[in-house]
């Protein structure tokens, strides 16, 4: 057993003193440090710096390993320039990414406080890894494919490697379904991967609305997304609406990446039925995709993570420096509870959306802990998430199931 003493605990998305934790693998008791000696009398007492703050670990939902050896390679600015670069330099990114490489990427998450991520795998290739970093992972296997010819053959290697990373679920993943987008996956596969996900109870996400051209070629079969489907698929049509897309999902409570160009009516039908948001602010400002109206999440009560996405469209993996980035983009949300709710949306939103065990300091959860401290004693205890939004950028200790792997 080992006690952990911070200055500030956060408990129940509040800031508290006076507080210890007494935790092996899962969180055993959370008191004063006095009632847990005696309770534990053999317990080891961690000690901590200053002004030292312990969080639950933290959850990116939303990552591409798999595209982690771009840092200056893809353009930025506006999306289809973007994706036409990802398509042209695809294969030299990917065959380039080796398991250092994408075990360095796990590391940066590391060093920010995140003991468990949603990896977006388009092959399986960083499956290794996966198993072999510490963190736990959400394995999102992807389906793509919108061509009926081609269809079926893509969905029985959907299927190969959803197979694949069942097989590693004693090495700290937990299977999952992405879905590509609306515009690239054929709506007779959608439909078979969203049964199954149903069927398997397993978690699923998909990219959403996140270009304004996607909204266009949905829409109206037009804009950016007509000339690349002439010329990659020689077709100029949609193969679903936006409508009909989301109401694929009625059943099934699924995690929609981006939603920068969704509606607010669009995104109450989704908070209805149950569905989620991840928010990735520096993918979308950097692929010039605009800025999620996140205040319409919060006043629909809808519930949002924060991610990094992939180093194919960001600069770091830190999802500390991925809330300051959304901190700063919502410059009109109220500075403390904007920083409160982003705390929230990497620690229980996640945990909760995707049934985790863990996401928050409470008996019986796993003790997944990222301790950080501030620089000096914050002026009020509400203040705490926003000084350390603005202050920390390396945790000083990290537990995953009670291990100490920082
Ligand atoms: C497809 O496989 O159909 C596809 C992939 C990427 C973008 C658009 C379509
Ligand atoms: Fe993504």
Redesign the pocket.
């Known amino acids: 057993m080992t006690i952990i003493t911070p200055n500030y605990l956060y408990l129940n998305n509040k800031f508290q003193e006076n507080l210890a934790v007494a935790f092996d693998k899962k969180i055993q008791a959370i008191d004063s440090l006095e009632k847990l000696q005696k309770q534990y009398p053999e317990a080891k007492i961690e000690e901590q710096q200053p002004n030292s703050v312990l969080y639950p670990g933290f959850i990116n939902t939303h990552v591409h390993l798999e595209f982690s050896k771009n840092r200056t390679t893809l353009k930025y600015g506006s999306f289809m320039p973007w994706?036409d670069s990802v398509i042209k330099n695809r294969e030299e990114l990917i065959g380039a990414c080796d398991n250092n490489v994408m075990m360095s990427a796990c590391k940066q998450m590391l060093d920010s406080g995140v003991t468990t991520f949603g990896a977006i795998s388009s092959f399986g290739t960083e499956l290794e890894v996966c198993t072999q970093t510490p963190q736990k992972v959400i394995f999102f296997n992807e389906l793509?494919?919108?061509?009926a010819v081609t269809a079926d053959m893509l969905y029985a290697d959907f299927l190969e490697r959803l197979a694949e990373s069942k097989n590693c679920a004693n090495s700290g993943i937990i299977p999952a379904i992405a879905i590509?987008s609306p515009?690239?996956v054929h709506p007779i596969v959608l439909q078979r991967a969203v049964s199954l996900a149903k069927k398997e109870r397993l978690p699923i996400s998909s990219h959403f609305l996140e270009s304004q051209a996607e909204r266009e070629w949905l829409e109206s079969d037009k804009g950016d997304f007509l000339e690349?489907f002439e010329k990659?698929?020689s077709t100029s049509r949609a193969v679903t609406t936006i409508d009909e897309f989301m109401h694929s999902f009625n059943q099934v409570p699924t995690h929609f990446t981006h939603a920068v160009q969704a509606t607010k009516e669009e995104l109450a039908f989704l908070g209805n039925k149950g569905h989620s948001i991840a928010h990735c602010p520096r993918s979308n400002r950097l692929l010039g995709c605009g800025r999620l109206a996140i205040e319409t999440l919060i006043e629909n009560d809808m519930s949002f993570t924060t991610a990094t996405d992939g180093l194919s469209s960001n600069n770091t993996l830190s999802i500390l420096d991925e809330l300051r980035a959304a901190l700063m983009l919502h410059h009109l949300a109220p500075l403390e509870k904007l920083a409160s709710l982003l705390i929230k949306s990497i620690t229980s939103n996640p945990a909760e959306i995707f049934a985790l065990n863990s996401g928050k300091i409470e008996v019986g959860k796993d003790a997944d802990f990222a301790l950080v401290s501030l620089p000096d004693k914050p002026s009020s205890l509400e203040s705490i998430a926003l000084q350390t939004i603005l202050h920390v950028h390396k945790v000083d200790k990290l537990y995953i199931g009670g291990d100490k792997v920082l």
Do not use: A, R
Not at 144 to 147: A, F
């Open positions: 994706l793509i494919g919108s061509q590509h515009y690239s690349f990659f698929f």
